[in-house]
Every structure is written in structure tokens, then in C-alpha cells.
């Protein structure tokens, strides 16, 4: 008898119909065109830029080489991947009949004939078979859909790894920016303290002298200390901020980085994000598609729920020799044969089946939600990037402008007082407004060069019209 032929041909007219419900993609719950973006929504997009193309400036595509090597939170996202896909396969080769080869060789004594005096004193039994154990036909469709869930983690985990990589980029890119915005300030807070330094001492000159007062030289004396204050400040910042971005890279941050960078305006510009992009685009950014395959997978989970209210099938068959002597083991006569058909139907498991069909309706609810949700949050990070975008130009090139005008007035009120015609309060009171000016500009400059990176985060690394 043919068993193996058998049980084989058996899997060809076993294709499993699913009981998982048909999956449609749930409607987008945002508008079609994004806040602060009123041009019409253009042709279809797709957030396909390298980010070679975004982040062009030599010095920083080096970083985010270094990182994309070394950073071990990316370690652990590739070895998720690679946990969830031997998961895939786990499942999905249940699918197949498992063939197995096995020898066994029993003696024992005493003989149970031996009373009969149809044996010796020692029983002998050995066999060899080739067979297959417990391989479910999937008539309802139950593993098809646990392997349908398990291949959607699978995705889901891949496109956490995307996102995980999108947001090292960004990270990186952030982290450098703000070193060249500590690098900007640390120098604007020496020509600070430099120039507090000389007020002091000619305050206290003119003190000696009898030309100033006490209080004018205690009150520049304030204002050099507390730039010494916020020198050292940035200084401990300054470190700080690299730490950061060391730890990003998963390596030391290597000087050639910062070479030739005095301020974020030596930085290379980075590309900006076209008018009128489509809201849908949105769907391309790798956390969306992560928690659409963790809604896929809810989805097969129902299928394999409902499966288990229907019977199962196991089939157990194997052919080979058996004899009580191993050397005729496999001379003729001793062929030996098993099939072993296994039908299991539930009927009373005090609403098991019920509750895992529930709980797996709740989870695609859930997953549903969540997915809603992610699309939202989305879209209100884009709308708050594209906000930045119209406003902090203008934001830059207002306190640029207030800069200028605070370094004129500063010297204007620095050649009075040399005259004796200002008072020293105007003097340090100039000094202090310029130094807070500079500051602001400079953080006005870091945040809208951030924006961007944020921007090209949001859209899911990027954007091609």
C-alpha cells in the first residue's frame, strides 16, 4: 500500500478556505490637503528620497554612515526582523507534512510466550520506518491564517525597522545641528565676556579716578560674571550634546566633523519640501505601514479564531520493516505499515472558542484604532513641521535684523559713555541686549533648520512629486 503517495496527494486538494474576514484598508481620517499647506494637493507622491539626497553635506552623510553601522538600538531592530521572519517560517511549515525516519530495537525478557513454549527466554522486535506525525489538513483554514498573521508581523517588525532607521537619521542630523548652534554660542559668549571684561576694567579705572561710581563698576562686574556664568554653562552643554550624538553614532564623534564650521550657516542646506503634497502620502511613512500590518494580522487572527469552532483533521501514516531478527531486518516479508487518520470536533469547552473569536475581533478593533490614530498624529506632526516652515523664516530674519540694530546701538552708546555723555547703565544695558539678540538668533536659526529635519521625519524619510 502507497500510503506516503497517499498523504501527499491528500495536501494538493487541501488548499484551506479562510475563514478571515476579506481586509480593506481603513479610510484615511484626515483632510486631503495638509494645515498650512494650501496649495491644491499635487500628482501622486511617494516619500522615496535617499536620504543622500536630503542631508547633502559631506560631513554629516559620514555620521549618519557611522550611525547606521554602529547604533545598537538599530542592531536590535534588524535582529527583531530576524526573529519575527524564523517566526514566519515556524508557522508556515506547518503547512507541510514533517517526514520523519526512524529505527527502534527492543529487547526484553521475560518472553510472554515463553510459558507457551512458543519462544525463547529473551523477545526481539526491531524496525525501521519513513513516516509522517499528527500533520494537520488544513480544510478551514487555520494555519493558512496563523500564517497569514504571522507573515504580516513579520512586515510590521520590517517597517518598525524603517521607521527605527528614519528616526536615527533625523537624530543624527539633530544632534550635529546642535553641536554647530553650541559651537555659534560658545563663540558669541567669549566676545561677550571679551567685551564685559574691557567695560569692567575701564569702569574700574574711572571708579579710581573718581569719573564713575560704585555701583557703575559692582554693575559691570555682574555682567562679566554672569557671562563667565553662561560660558561655563555652555561649555558643560557643549559636551553634554555631544555624548548625545556619540551615543547615537555608537562610536566617538570624529573632529573632522566640525572642520571648517563656525556657525549653522556653514552647515549645507538641505532640501525643501514642495507645495502641495497629498495628505495620502502619508500612508508611505513606515510606522503607518507597521501598524497596517499589525491590522492585517488581527484581521487573520479572526480566521484562525472561527477555524476552531470546525473539526480538525491529523493524519499519522508511515511504512517500512519490522522483524525479530535484525538480520532479516529488510528481507521480504517484513514490509509493516501504519495509517492512522485522527478526526477531533469540539463540543463543550465552557465558551473557550467563543472568547478567543471575541478577543480576536476586539484586538482587529484595536489594531483598527490604532492605525486611525497613527495616521492622525501623522498628519498633525506635517501640519506642525509645515507651520514651522512659514513662520520661522520670517522669525530668523526678524532677530537677525534685531541683532544688527542692537550692535549698532551698543556702539553708538559705547562711543557716549567713552565721551561721558551716556550713563554706564546704558552701556551695560546695550551689552545685555545684544547678547540676548545673538542668542535668539541663533536658536531661531537652530530650530528652523531642525524643522526641517522634522519635515523630512514626518513624511517617512522624504517625499518625490
Known amino acids: 500500500m502507497k500510503i506516503l503517495p497517499l498523504a501527499l496527494a491528500a495536501a494538493l486538494f487541501v488548499s484551506g478556505c479562510s475563514m478571515a474576514p476579506k481586509y480593506e484598508r481603513p479610510a484615511a481620517p484626515v483632510p486631503n490637503v495638509f494645515p498650512g499647506d494650501p496649495s491644491q494637493p499635487g500628482g501622486p507622491a511617494a516619500s ?3 536620504w543622500q539626497d536630503f542631508f547633502t553635506d559631506p560631513r554629516l552623510a559620514k555620521l549618519i554612515d557611522t550611525a547606521l553601522a554602529n547604533n545598537r538600538d538599530l542592531r536590535i531592530s534588524v535582529q527583531n526582523i530576524e526573529q519575527a521572519r524564523a517566526q514566519f517560517q515556524v508557522t508556515r511549515s506547518a503547512l507541510f507534512p514533517t517526514l520523519n525516519a526512524s529505527a527502534s530495537g527492543t529487547r526484553s525478557s521475560p518472553n510472554p510466550y515463553q510459558a507457551l513454549g512458543l519462544g525463547g527466554s529473551v523477545a526481539s522486535q526491531y524496525s525501521v520506518n519513513l513516516g509522517i506525525t499528527a500533520w494537520e489538513l488544513d480544510f478551514f483554514g487555520r494555519i493558512t491564517s496563523l500564517k497569514d498573521a504571522a507573515l504580516a508581523q513579520y512586515l510590521a517588525t520590517e517597517e518598525a525597522r524603517n521607521a527605527a532607521q528614519i528616526s536615527l537619521i533625523a537624530a543624527v542630523a539633530n544632534g550635529w545641528l546642535q553641536l554647530l548652534a553650541d559651537e555659534e554660542l560658545l563663540e558669541i559668549t567669549r566676545q561677550t565676556l571679551a567685551t564685559r571684561e574691557d567695560t569692567q576694567r575701564l569702569t574700574k579705572m574711572r571708579f579710581d579716578n573718581g569719573v564713575s561710581s560704585d555701583i557703575d563698576y559692582q554693575s559691570s562686574t555682574s555682567l562679566a560674571e554672569n557671562a563667565r556664568a553662561a560660558l561655563a554653562a555652555l561649555q558643560r552643554l557643549r559636551i553634554q550634546d555631544e555624548n548625545a550624538l556619540a551615543l547615537l553614532l555608537g562610536a566617538p564623534v570624529p573632529a573632522e566633523s566640525m572642520v571648517g564650521i563656525k556657525s549653522l550657516e556653514d552647515a549645507r542646506p538641505m532640501a525643501d519640501v514642495p507645495a ?13 505601514r507597521s501598524a497596517e500590518q499589525q491590522l492585517i494580522a488581527t484581521n487573520a487572527n479572526i480566521g484562525a479564531a472561527r477555524a476552531a469552532f470546525f473539526p480538525r483533521v491529523a493524519l499519522t501514516t508511515s511504512i517500512g520493516t519490522q522483524s525479530t531478527q535484525f538480520s532479516n531486518l529488510f528481507d521480504s516479508g517484513t514490509k509493516a505499515w501504519v495509517f492512522s487518520p485522527q478526526i477531533t470536533l469540539p463540543i463543550f469547552d465552557a465558551g473557550r472558542n467563543q472568547a478567543n473569536l471575541d478577543s480576536a475581533r ?4 484595536i489594531a483598527v484604532a490604532q492605525y486611525e490614530k497613527s495616521i492622525q498624529s501623522a498628519f498633525r506632526e506635517v501640519g506642525d513641521a509645515l507651520a514651522g516652515r512659514q513662520t520661522l523664516g520670517e522669525q530668523v530674519r526678524a532677530l537677525r535684523a534685531s541683532t544688527v540694530a542692537e550692535n549698532e546701538r551698543l556702539k553708538l552708546n559705547t562711543l557716549r559713555w567713552k565721551n561721558g555723555i551716556a550713563s554706564s547703565l546704558d552701556l551695560l544695558d546695550a551689552q545685555r541686549s545684544l ?3 545673538q542668542q535668539a538668533a541663533v536658536q531661531a536659526r537652530l530650530q528652523q533648520l531642525q524643522n526641517q529635519v522634522t519635515l523630512y521625519k514626518a513624511l517617512g524619510g522624504g517625499w518625490k512629486g
Not at 276 to 288: C, E, N, Q
Open 276 to 288: 502641495g503634497l497629498p495628505s495620502d502620502l502619508l500612508t508611505d511613512r513606515p510606522d503607518i
Open 362 to 365: 476586539a484586538s482587529r478593533e
Open 435 to 437: 547678547f540676548v539678540a
Open 48 to 50: 522615496t528620497v535617499a
